[in-house]
């Protein structure tokens, strides 16, 4: 079993930032990738940022310049670093990884709760 437990979400003001964390535990034999999701009221679950093993980022054109992603693999933790808020950016945001939990198993999703951003104007 493996859990991802966000933190770090809440209400900010245009312009703000916010740093989103996500720590993964259970049974873990290896990352392929880890990101960050968003899915903001009325619209379809997104992509916002990912890192995989090899160090590769990806991002969302919507957040390029402002987001950031980063890993601790030695803790297990994924963060994003959001600067430069928008009220578009208010969403639930839902950690995932992207794993293997043992030698010759398939590579899985694992999704967190969310936690939810509220950008005000």
């Known amino acids: 079993q493996v859990q991802l437990v966000e933190s770090g979400g809440g209400p900010v003001q245009a312009g703000g930032s916010l740093r989103l964390s996500c720590a993964a535990s259970?049974?873990?034999?290896?990352?392929?990738?880890m990101g960050w999701y968003r899915q903001a009221p009325g619209k379809q679950r997104e992509l916002v940022a990912d890192?995989?093993?090899?160090?590769?980022?990806n991002y969302a054109d919507s957040v390029k310049g402002r987001f950031t992603i980063s890993r601790d693999n030695a803790k297990r933790t994924v963060s994003l670093q959001m600067n430069s808020l928008k009220p578009e950016d208010t969403a639930v945001y839902y950690c995932?990884?992207?794993?293997?939990?043992?030698?010759?198993?398939?590579?899985?999703?694992?999704w967190g709760k969310g936690t939810t951003v509220t950008v005000s104007s």
């Open positions: 995932n990884a992207h794993l293997w939990t043992s030698p010759g198993s398939p590579v899985m999703d694992y």
């Open positions: 259970g049974s873990i034999f290896r990352f392929n990738a």
């Open positions: 890192l995989t093993s090899g160090g590769s980022t």
